[in-house]
Nanobody, 123 residues
Framework: QVQLVESGGGLVQAGGSLRLSCAAS????????MGWFRQTPGKEREFLAG????????YHADSVKGRFTISSDNAKNTVYLRMNSLKPEDTAVYYC????????????????WGQGTQVIVSS
């Protein structure tokens, strides 16, 4: 089993920045690739970025490339999503997930999910 706990969401003005954290635990969590998704009501979860614990390979969706950056701190078992130049359309619940394939955009390829953290970007 892998447990994931997100934090760092909140209310921010357009143009501002936030850093989301995802603390991972469990016996085999570092064998998985990690991903960040977001979801708004009535829409499917949107893949944003992925990273591997070992080697640090990353992948960013074109929709957020240049604004969002995924990183990890292996000593803290934590994955981050740095979000810059935030826009009102970035308002969503943000989730981290653990899966086998780095950079997979399909939620079906992720086995474990956190509870989500709300991000609200005001105009």
């Amino acid at each position: 089993q892998v447990q994931l706990v997100e934090s760092g969401g909140g209310l921010v003005q357009a143009g501002g920045s936030l850093r989301l954290s995802c603390a991972a635990s469990g016996r085999t969590f570092n064998s998985y690739a990690m991903g960040w998704f977001r979801q708004t009501p009535g829409k499917e979860r949107e893949f944003l970025a992925g990273i591997r614990w070992t080697g640090g390979s990353t992948y960013h969706a074109d929709s957020v490339k240049g604004r969002f950056t995924i990183s990890s701190d292996n000593a803290k078992n934590t994955v981050y999503l740095r979000m810059n130049s935030l826009k009102p359309e970035d308002t969503a619940v943000y989730y981290c997930a653990a899966g086998i394939f780095l950079g997979s955009s399909s939620p079906k390829n992720y086995d474990y999910w956190g509870q989500g953290t709300q991000v609200i970007v005001s105009s």
